[in-house]
Structures are given as C-alpha cells and as structure tokens.
C-alpha cells in the first residue's frame, strides 16, 4: 500500500486564457503528508486485447463529497473515474497487457484543490510507467492527457509549475507543518475558471514569476512562510470569496490564530495555514477546530 498524496499551492497566478480554451497558470506546487491510500495488483485479463480494471474503495469522505466519489466508484459509474481514463489510455502502450485491481481508501476530497483525482492517477501512471517503453519526458506528456495537475504526481520533488501544469521546474523548500481545512463547500474547477473572466490576451507574469525573486526564493528555503505574505497569492480567492463569503471568515481564522501564512489551494474550496513548530500547529489545530466547528481540520507535514 502506498500514499497517493495531495498538494497545496503557494501562490496561484492565472496571466490568460489560451486559443485551445486552456489557462496559463504560475504556481508553485507542494507535495504534503496527508493523502489516500492506494494499491495496484496485477490481474490475468479475459480478453487479452480489452483493458479491465476493478476498483475497491473505502470512502472515508464526508458529505456533500462523499457522493461526488460514490458518483465515479465501482458503485457508480466508473468509466467517469480518472482512474480508469488513465489506465484505459495508458493499455495500448503497454508491453505486457494486464488488468489492473486497484484498493484505494478515499480520504482526499474532490473540488478541494489539493489534488485529489489528479494524485490517484499520478500513482497509476508512475506503477505502470516501467511496464512501458515511454521515457520519462514521453511520461510527462502521457499524463497531461489525463489532466493538468497529474504531470506533477510524477515527481518526487516539489516543484515550480507552469503552462498548463506540465511545464515543471524543482524547487528546493524548506520543511514545514500545517493545518489544512476542508469546509462542506465544494467549487468546481471550470467554475472557478470561468468566474475569473481571463483574457486570450497574452500577458506577460507578473514580476514574482518571470523569475522568483531573491526575497521569495530565501523565504521558501528557510521556511519563513510569514514573508510569503502579500508576495504569493491565489486569484481564485478573490473568485471564491465573493460566492462564499464564509470563506474569506476562514483565512482570517488561520492568521489571526497563529498561521504565518494561508492561502486557499489550487481552484478548490480547501484552505491552509503554515506554521514552523510542532506547539504551534497544536495550537492553531486546537483554535480552528474550535472556533470553526462544521469544518473539518487536520494536520500535515511539508
């Protein structure tokens, strides 16, 4: 059994909109301790030529998201699963043709930003990559058909993202703890997307990501997440505060409980607070939990 981990962003800039539809995006993207449980077992297929794929899942989610995930389970239709579509696109190219049984504990939730179906089918990719004649690049292309977060769930670093998601620079960041809250909101992605009104104009990245600036690049290597503040920051905010003003009630919970910095993730509704000490990230668990009850809370490690 291995962990299929989420991610959160520190800073997400959207500078426009492509032709193909698509949104140019700055970010960059931290792999984090809390994550599903997921394991791939090799299957003798019926057919040699028709890929098939069983999934066995414990849905530990919380509702309203609990039936986003029954909704592409085994006990849902599947054939909407990101899993499936990774495995299915991935059978032609391989070697040796197999099925694939797949047990996954889903604790990661979806529309939360952090990953959670682009994590699943990163851990697919990178199990069957060996059983392929695809380079790593050849890889990394592979997965962006899948979706455009996956490119990262195939590294081991954390990194600094660009294009669409595939474009990935390693990043060198300091370790870290945090507090990560997942309200009962979810916000969709191309929601999200589209509120944000982008331009096909190409304009150029802001001053921070032409190349991350001297003053960011130290703070990240030292774990000084406070000066991170008013330097990274997630358009999306702006977007998921004026929908759910509760929201905006959350971040400032984490700041003035102790957090050095917060942010929401990604385009989800799941926001995060950073801190550099153990009693601290007690501290601000303990304070959250309290003060924000119908939230769920829990900590992880950088």
Known sequence: MAISFSKINLGLEIPYRRPDGLHEIRSIFIR???????????????????????????NQLRP??????EAVSERGDLSKNILWKAYERIFPLLKEKFGLKVILTKRIPPEGGIGGGSSNAGSLIRYLLPYTSLSNSEGIEFAKTIGADVP???????????????I???????????????????????AMYADLQKSLQNTLPSKI?????????????VGEWKGLRGLLENEFEKVAFSIHPE??????????????????????????????SKESQDVLLKSMIQQFPAVDFLSFSI
Do not use: H
Request: hydrophobic share 40%; glycine share 10%; proline share 5%.
């Open 32 to 58: 984090t301790s809390f994550g599903d449980d997921i394991q791939f077992i090799k299957t003798p297929l019926q057919n040699p030529n028709q890929p098939e794929m069983y999934l066995i899942s414990d």
């Open 64 to 69: 309203p998201r609990f039936s986003l995930f």
């Open 152 to 166: 990262f769930f195939l590294q081991d670093r954390n990194c600094l993202v660009f294009g669409i998601g595939e």
């Open 168 to 190: 990935l620079e390693p990043i060198d960041v300091a370790k870290g703890l945090g507090v990560l809250a997942i309200p009962g909101i979810s916000l969709s992605t191309k």
């Open 209 to 221: 990501w032409k190349t991350l600036t001297e003053d960011v690049i130290g703070n990240l290597q």
């Open 247 to 276: 929201l905006q009630a959350l971040k400032l919970g984490f700041l003035q409980n102790g957090a050095e910095y917060a942010s929401l993730s990604g385009s989800g509704s799941c926001f995060y607070g950073l801190v550099q």
